[in-house]
């Protein structure tokens, strides 16, 4: 059903470390930890100023893959794993985009199920990647059905 996306990847999208945004996530997943909303520990910490919670990225814009129209109810969040090579820094600006890694189908007892791997990056100002993210999309079988028609 998607296998010919596979390779395709998204528009980038700049995006900002916002501190309320920040703030607002580590409230909403209900960890309030110092170095993630106190700007004193921040400017003690050895980043110098505040990070993001590891799961931060979950908010960012990735931009559209051309042809891939997934709709907006019905998907299932599988899995998401992250890999960063340093902190999001609060303030910084992130540029996202997304690639079709992987597309495959399974028989389960609601019917065809399809599963949808997309690979994510967040780069720095300079074009170095500061994370990663892989991210199964689970696609029913009632969403496979309004897809095809």
Same mark, same amino acid.
């Given at each position: 059903?998607?296998?010919?996306?596979?390779?395709?990847?998204?528009? @980038?999208? @700049?995006?900002?470390?916002?501190?309320?945004?920040?703030? @607002?996530?580590?409230?909403?997943?209900?960890?309030?930890?110092?170095?993630?909303?106190?700007?004193?520990?921040?400017?003690?910490?050895?980043?110098?100023?505040?990070?993001?919670?590891?799961?931060?990225?979950?908010?960012?814009?990735?931009?559209?893959?051309?042809?891939?129209?997934?709709?907006?109810? &019905?998907?299932?969040?599988?899995? /998401?794993?992250?890999?960063?090579?340093?902190?999001?820094?609060?303030?910084?600006?992130?540029?996202?985009?997304?690639?079709? @890694?992987?597309?495959?189908?399974?028989?389960?007892? /609601? &019917?065809?199920?399809?599963?949808?791997?997309?690979?994510?990056?967040?780069?720095?100002?300079?074009?170095?990647?500061?994370?990663?993210?892989? /991210?199964?999309?689970?696609?029913?079988?009632?969403?496979?059905?309004?897809?095809?028609?």
């Amino acid at each position: 059903m998607f296998k010919e996306h596979i390779g395709k990847k998204s528009s @980038k999208v @700049k995006n900002i470390v916002e501190r309320g945004a920040v703030r @607002k996530f580590a409230e909403s997943i209900g960890d309030l930890h110092p170095i993630f909303i106190d700007e004193e520990t921040g400017k003690r910490s050895r980043y110098n100023r505040n990070i993001a919670p590891p799961t931060f990225p979950r908010v960012f814009d990735y931009g559209i893959i051309e042809g891939l129209n997934l709709p907006n109810k &019905g998907l299932i969040h599988g899995e /998401q794993t992250y890999h960063y090579e340093r902190p999001l820094l609060v303030g910084e600006e992130i540029t996202c985009y997304s690639v079709i @890694k992987n597309y495959f189908e399974k028989k389960g007892t /609601q &019917g065809e199920m399809g599963f949808l791997v997309l690979e994510s990056f967040g780069e720095d100002e300079m074009g170095k990647l500061v994370f990663s993210s892989t /991210q199964t999309v689970i696609i029913t079988e009632a969403v496979r059905k309004v897809l095809i028609g």
